[in-house]
């Protein structure tokens, strides 16, 4: 059975366990291979957002302005891989970007009287579906009379780039008495449901699979 | 200086989790049983929480004092 195969009888997909960040799926005879590409695609070959450039408009906290991007380009963000394109494959091709490939978010906390710690929840998003995955991770604690204000701009990208951009946080396969069987358990950062990363990692396997053909076809014209 | 976003192993976030967390441990909990019902079930993401100290909170209370102290200096030369 090759890969085309299994993409078109997804039957072949069990779902043993399922939450909205855990999920573990039967693979019934999908060779070794290709089970395996399935595996290392869901950890770092879909795409999914996080904070890539910050623009510090003022920084007066203990932070500096590097910890305090490296901060936020760690924060997961929830991501909606239909309305959006990666920046090298939109058609606005511009290295600015466009509304289909970059999404702002500002953070400005104001003037600070009395010491308090700056959480996501006050990243306020230009749209409504990429945001914070969590309302309450800290990303700075402010003295009186402090500030941050910053703009940051969101794109998406792969984990081979940068582990922020990970899919996932775990995903292992495991061997299961039957020789042709085994079990994918893939656990989400929270970017995207655990579901949603394996089909897109089926349909990123398909499109990888596909241009090593044409690469080896080309070889041999 | 404050705790990490997520785990420096395997990436998944724990930031969210910290107060929480730092508040029944102070209240007298057992860690280990404070992870157990945050969910934190890897032990590299129970180390981040177990053995991080936010130096941040070391740092703070001079930048109070230098705010208080501008303060009085204001009061005074009104």
Known sequence: MDFEDFTQDLSSLEVISKDDKKMSVKLKGVP??????????CLNGVPVFAID?????????VLPDEGLAHRLGLIPIKTDL????????CECKSETGCSNCKVMLVLDSGDTEATRTVLSDELTSEDDSVKPIADNIPIVQLAPGQRVKVECYARLGRGSEHAKWNSANIAILTETDKEDERILTVESTGSLKPEQIILAGVEEVGVRLSEFKD??????A | MLIPVRCFTCGNLIADKHDNYQNKVRAGEDPAKVLDALGITRYCCRRMLLTSLETIQQIIPFYEAIQRRHQEVQSELE
């Open chain 1, 82 to 89: 239909k309305r959006f394109n990666e920046p090298s494959k």
């Open chain 1, 32 to 41: 070794l291979q290709y089970a395996n590409a399935l595996r290392r695609v």
């Open chain 1, 215 to 220: 690469m080896i076809n080309e070889v041999e």
């Open chain 1, 53 to 61: 450039t910050v623009d510090i408009l003022e920084n007066s906290s």
